[in-house]
């Protein structure tokens, strides 16, 4: 049953990619959706592309084929990555960064999913770190996060242009356990859907585990 089952989310995120190309195709130009993700828009031979980072790392999406691949190799993007590059795309309107952090539950419709994505974002985290904020502090580094002003650990990551990512780490007592919580800007919403915000909060998750 499982390669089944694979082979079918496959076939739905594979039909959602061609979707979210259609959909950029008809949305505008690559100039403005350059200007309105904060990315750049460049022509190399003669083709028009949109550069950005994803995690720090050079992505290049271009027209008309519109697969983001890395820029260095050019080999294209994990299906999953891909999927999150064209989202931010298509929902990015140019809102500027409000410079607020909110929890996921205050994203759009976000209490209905506050539970399970507290289950693997922030309580992932604490399982993996306990007390140990040395630790926590040398996987941030390593994904170049900014040490931030929050509880008694915080670090602000720039995943993608104008969509940062926080993770605030508060110790625990006698009396209540540690926590942790991934924080979103509040123009969050102008930049992905909740539900994709949420698949990019397990991202950085994953990544800080493994880091």
């Not at 993700?37 to 271009?62: C, D, H, M, W």
């Not at 040395?134 to 170049?144: G, I, M």
Request: a negative charge.
């Amino acid at each position: 049953m499982t390669p089944l089952k694979t082979t079918s989310q496959k076939n739905i995120l594979a039909e959602r990619l061609s979707g979210l190309r259609d959909e950029l195709r008809r949305k505008a130009n690559p100039q403005t959706l350059a200007a309105d993700s904060g990315a750049e828009f460049q022509t190399a031979n003669g083709l028009a592309e949109i550069r950005l980072s994803l995690f720090g790392k050079p992505v290049r999406v271009a027209f008309p084929d519109l697969v983001p691949v890395e820029a260095q190799s050019g080999q294209p993007l994990p299906d999953a990555l891909q999927a999150l590059v064209l989202y931010y795309l298509v929902t990015a309107d140019g809102a500027p960064l409000e410079g607020r952090w909110i929890a996921f539950a205050d994203l759009p419709d976000g209490r209905f999913y506050n539970q399970a994505f507290q289950g693997y974002s922030g309580n992932e985290l604490v399982k993996y770190f306990g007390d140990d904020l040395t630790a926590l502090e040398q996987a941030a580094r390593k994904l170049n996060g900014l040490k931030i002003a929050y509880g008694d650990a915080a670090f602000a990551f720039h995943v993608l242009p104008r969509l940062p990512l926080a993770v605030v780490y508060h110790l625990g007592d006698e009396d209540f356990p540690a926590t942790c919580k991934i924080l979103f800007d509040t123009s969050a919403c102008h930049y992905l859907p909740t539900d994709v915000c949420a698949i990019l909060g397990s991202m950085l998750t994953r990544k800080l585990l493994a880091a």
